[in-house]
């Protein structure tokens, strides 16, 4: 059983950084890989990066490739999401999830209860 808490969400303008964490509880979290979903009033959840059990493998959607970065710390039970030259198309909940190393929604079995992002033009 996993426990995911995300924070770090807020205002900021196109061109801005903002910085995702997501704090897990539950000793099993080293074994899952995390990932991170957005999703946008009247739009689908939608995957954004995802990260294996170790770290050594990562994957993008190709609309944040090159802006975000996810990273994280085992020995911390954190995951990041760094989010550079933000967009207002980037304006949506960002949820983290564990799961299996995976784009899709239904690879994931624990999800946070989300933070929202919002990007002004």
């Known amino acids: 059983q996993v426990q995911l808490v995300e924070s770090g969400g807020g205002l900021v303008q196109a061109g801005g950084s903002l910085r995702l964490s997501c704090a897990a509880s539950g000793r099993t979290f080293s074994i899952y890989a995390m990932g991170w979903f957005r999703q946008a009033p009247g739009k689908e959840r939608e995957f954004v990066a995802t990260i294996s059990w170790s770290g050594g493998n990562t994957a993008y959607a190709d609309s944040v490739k090159g802006r975000f970065t996810i990273s994280r710390n085992n020995a911390k039970n954190t995951v990041l999401l760094q989010m550079n030259s933000l967009k207002p198309e980037d304006t949506a909940v960002y949820y983290c999830?564990?799961?299996?190393?995976?784009?899709?929604?239904?690879?994931?079995?624990?999800w946070g209860q989300g933070t929202q992002v919002s990007v002004s033009s």
């Open positions: 999830a564990a799961g299996s190393y995976s784009r899709v929604v239904t690879a994931y079995s624990y």
